[in-house]
């Protein structure tokens, strides 16, 4: 079994450039949406507690098979630790075989602005220039990276409730050429802007955009609500908005639209990137894409990590699957030297 760590995903990123990932990695999980109906799909498997989330995420195409294990923990950072932490695991379905431990709290900043930004290039207005991001944390750079990547955005208003966040953003971001402007408020960083990304941490229903604060034509890319209990939109503005989901089964319990009745309209996103919808139809449209984070975005990052890391070298082969020679002989393998 192949070992991707830390290390070797930051030699990779090194390597490839992270708008250059984000990028290419956007093409694996468009290609892996377009055959959708070829997928096992179900919601992921999620053990809530007082503070936060556990969660299992598994899906397969028939060939490969994956599952990423993720927690969403907002009050962690307080204790100096991550809201979010990830792993994952690519398998053979032919053998069972696991072929692939990988890390992937990086990975899942990667997938999240790929799938944000791929979406917003079928959603927002063609002749967008600004977004706005209110939440700067761990998530909040590879957002402004992807949108650059795939929609050139070089403009952002920026806003967190911490201001340490507003400087550790900056910090990383202004010697990377984007104009920056650190507003006040929330109200103040969506003033006049084409999109609006949130991606905040927080267990509670808040309403980071409502209403009153979007004006026409804008697209929304909500990030952080993901949990049941755990929103960023007024419902008032979804109801007046069109939203585009990843799988709706999963949404309706996680996303924005746990707050409106079952029945509420959404497209899928492979509707979309299949040309079986239309994303924008008018200009005016204000469109949300009401990202919970799914499977498939984890197994299409999987395999582009498996592709790239081939070519560059960066394996390192793990001694975690028992090998019995005589492969009915497993007790004979506890009695032989070898490990
Ligand atoms: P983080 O804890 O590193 O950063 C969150 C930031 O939000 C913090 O800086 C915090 O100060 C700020 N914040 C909290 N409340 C705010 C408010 N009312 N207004 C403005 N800022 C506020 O978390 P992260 O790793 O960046 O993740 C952000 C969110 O995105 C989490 O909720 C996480 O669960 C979610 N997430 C979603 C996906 C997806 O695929 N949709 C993937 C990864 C993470």
Redesign the pocket.
Known sequence: MQLLDVSATRRLLNAVGIEQAISELAGYIEGDFQRWSEFEKCPRVASHSRVGVIELMPTSDGVEYCFKY?N?H?Q??AIGL???TAFGVLASVATGYPELLAEMTIV??L??AA??ALAARYLARPDSQTMAI???????EFQALGFRALLGIRRLRV????KD?TRKFIRNMQSQGFEIVAAET?EDAVRGVDIVTT????KAR?H?LSDNMIGEGVHINA?????PG?TELQAELLRRSTVVVEYAPQTRIEGEIQQLPADFPVTELWQVLVGDVRGRSRRQEITVFD????AV?DFSALRFLRDKANVLNLYKEINILAKARDPRDLYGLLLSDAT
């Open positions: 993720v969403g907002p962690n950072v991550q809201t979010v899942t900043a997938r999240t799938t944000s209110i939440g700067l944390g761990a998530q909040s806003f967190d409730v911490d966040a929330a991606v905040t941490a927080d808040n980071i990030v952080g609500g993901d949990c755990k990202s919970v984070g799914f975005e």
